[in-house]
Each structure stands twice: as structure tokens, then as C-alpha cells.
């Protein structure tokens, strides 16, 4: 079954796009969550997924060599449906994904368990998510720090939108003053140009009056 598509999905990818996030080269900060979620929630796969309009693309992956699968086999998809974590305790006996290709062959996905990237106006990017090759259950305290790495990996994404609109404030303040500069440049040549006429005049009427 291909992953559901929200009503709200044009404003969702609208938002999605502002952060300029996908297809970024890894970042550290977010590789840390990542891992931190595998190791908490003991999963060989750990992810950090982002949904656009026909893909999802992995920020950040802990045990997957795949930067992107398409949307329509993604369970990240699913997960951005809901308002917390979308938990699949055992895909193969699961309608909406048994016969999915991620599941039928390699990772050959068992278990997935996905906290959705919720934006502060309430749209979800994509999802942290752990994944695991055999059925089973997240402890509460497992699903609980999922849900606080999610709101970390979302605070991440807010932190770096910011510092990229001041530096494109800056860039545009640096190239006012810049413009400003040579206005004023421009107006002090001309200001000399005008006393240069000025003076010229003068003399001429000078020479005038003497003859």
C-alpha cells in the first residue's frame, strides 16, 4: 500500500523546503541524535528522515548504506501522518506493509518505530526513527526518549534556519552598506565635479569683468 499523503501536504513541503535542508551534507550535531536514538532504543538502524514530495532522504542514518528511498514505500511517510510515535511492532503481519520491498528484501524491516519532526506551527518534516530486522516492542521509557531526541533533532533544524537568515541578513545589510558607500562616493565626485564648475565660472566672469 503506498504511504498516505496529509490535505495540508502543499504547505507541509512549502515549510519542508524553507528549512534548505535536504540533500545538505552530514552534519555531526545530528549524527549524534541519530546514534543516540539507536543506542537507547537498542536498534542496528537509526534514521533521521526527511519527506519531500516523491522521496524520503536520510539526513542523518546509523546501519543504512541508503541516502533515500521513494515515498511511496516509506514508513516515515506513515509517521508524519500522526502527532506522536507511529510504532510497527512486526511489518510482515502488517496489511499497509507486508509486501513492501523495504521489508520483503534488504534492510528487510521488522520493526520500525517513528517520532515525528514537528515545526513549531505544527508540520512535520519528517521523522526520527529506529528501526530493527526482528519483531518487537519499545519499553516506555525507549518510546518516551525517542520523543525528547525528535524534539531535539527538530530544535537542530530551527537552530540552523535561524543562524541561515542572519547570515542572509547580514549579507544583505553588508551589501546595503556597500551600496550606501558607493552612493556616497558617488555624490562627493559630484559634489567636487559641481565646485570644479563653480570655480571655473567664477574665474571665467573674473577674466570677463578685467577685459
Not at 23 to 37: G, S
Not at 141 to 147: D, F, G, K, V, Y
Not at 180 to 207: D, F, M
Amino acid at each position: 500500500m503506498s504511504a498516505p499523503v496529509g490535505r495540508g501536504e502543499a504547505k507541509r513541503l512549502k515549510v519542508l523546503w524553507e528549512y534548505e535542508i535536504l540533500d545538505t551534507v552530514p552534519e555531526e550535531v545530528f549524527d549524534d541524535l541519530t546514534e543516540l536514538a539507536a543506542r537507547i532504543c537498542e536498534a542496528p538502524i537509526a534514521l533521521i528522515s526527511l519527506v519531500d514530495e516523491d522521496r524520503q532522504w536520510f539526513k542523518s542514518r546509523v546501519g543504512m548504506t541508503l541516502t533515500e528511498t521513494s515515498r511511496d514505500i516509506s514508513f516515515c511517510a506513515h509517521a508524519i501522518q500522526q502527532h506522536d510515535l507511529f510504532i510497527v511492532p512486526d511489518a510482515t503481519k502488517d496489511a499497509r506493509f507486508a509486501a513492501n520491498p523495504l521489508v520483503v528484501s534488504d534492510p528487510k524491516i521488522r520493526f520500525y518505530a517513528g517520532a515525528p519532526l514537528i515545526t513549531p506551527d505544527g508540520h512535520a518534516l519528517g521523522s526520527l526513527c529506529v528501526i530493527d530486522k526482528e519483531p518487537r516492542q519499545l519499553r516506555l521509557e525507549q518510546q518516551q526518549a525517542l520523543r525528547v531526541l525528535a524534539r531535539h533533532v527538530m530544535t537542530q533544524l530551527e537552530l540552523r534556519r535561524h543562524a541561515k537568515d542572519l547570515a542572509e541578513a547580514h549579507n544583505a545589510r553588508e551589501a546595503t552598506k556597500g551600496e550606501l558607500s558607493k552612493v556616497q562616493a558617488e555624490n562627493a565626485k559630484l559634489k567636487r565635479e559641481l565646485a570644479k564648475l563653480k570655480k571655473g565660472e567664477a574665474a571665467r566672469k573674473i577674466t570677463k569683468k578685467k577685459k
